[in-house]
Every structure is written in structure tokens, then in C-alpha cells.
């Protein structure tokens, strides 16, 4: 229990404001520094939200979160900056410390409010900068579908 409780406030700390995790079933492993969520994850700070099917959070040395893993089935609503990113893939990786998200595979994205949408295999979203790096494949190349004003 303690070590949930450490979890929570690294998050909380990390994300700044409160976030809650829920899940069916929680396993942590001190020893190999990583704590896994299983079962209808969902992470909420805010209007920003996280689902999926697992969830892994690992920790360096120090304890504070290095990685987030959430795979299976995930979809996301993240604001930052005015903008939102709405959509799924099938595995989501967010590197707190380079405020950085990792999509990949059936990545889906819309961006509001500006609704561009992104299809591809995998993308990354650099929060720091607004930075979007999307990769396609030879079976599933990269789709982006926009408007354009024309009055």
C-alpha cells in the first residue's frame, strides 16, 4: 500500500494536480521498479483522459515515474496548449520528463479545434514544443484529412 501511495503522489507531483488511476487489479514490483494496472484502466487528471486494457508505470532509482505504458484497446482525450488530441491506438507510451507521447499501431488522431485528422501507424506528440511526427508503413501510409476555408 505504501508503495500505491508514493505512485499516486509521483504522479500527481509529475502531472501537476490530482490524478486518479483506476483499474480491476493492481500489481507492483519494488524490486524491478515498475507497477502495473490490469483490467478497465482508466487515468484521469483533469479533462484529460487515459483508458485502456493494462497500464505499466516504471520507476528509476529515485522512485519518480520514467515511463508510462498503456496498452490494448486505448483512447485518449489530452489538451495542452489550447489544443485537444482525441483518439486511440493500440499502445500509448508517455515519457514524463520530455513531456512526450508515443502512439503506435491504428493510430487514430483528431486535433481540435482545427479537427485534422491523423491516421498511421505510429506518432509522436512533443507537448514541449507542438511537435507531431507521424510514420506510416507500405501496408498503411500516413492519412490526414483537412479543411480549408475558403471564404
Do not use: C
Not at 512533443?126 to 492519412?143: A, H, I, K
Request: cysteine-free.
Amino acid at each position: 500500500m505504501r508503495w500505491f501511495i508514493l505512485l499516486l503522489l509521483f504522479v500527481w507531483t509529475l502531472w501537476g494536480g490530482e490524478v486518479q488511476i483506476k483499474a480491476k487489479r493492481l500489481e507492483a514490483d519494488q524490486k524491478k521498479l515498475v507497477t502495473k494496472f490490469l483490467g478497465g484502466v482508466t487515468f484521469r487528471q483533469g479533462d484529460d483522459t487515459i483508458r485502456a486494457e493494462k497500464a505499466y508505470i516504471y520507476f528509476n532509482k529515485e522512485k519518480k515515474p520514467i515511463k508510462f505504458v498503456v496498452v490494448g484497446n486505448v483512447r485518449f482525450k489530452i489538451s495542452h496548449k489550447g489544443k485537444r488530441y482525441e483518439g486511440s491506438a493500440q499502445e500509448l507510451v508517455y515519457y514524463p520528463f520530455k513531456k512526450e507521447y508515443l502512439l503506435r499501431k491504428s493510430v487514430h488522431i483528431t486535433q481540435y479545434p482545427d479537427q485534422r485528422k491523423i491516421s498511421a501507424n505510429k506518432v509522436v506528440l512533443d507537448l514541449r514544443s507542438g511537435n507531431l511526427q507521424v510514420e506510416g508503413s507500405e501496408q498503411r501510409p500516413v492519412e490526414l484529412i483537412f479543411k480549408i476555408d475558403t471564404e
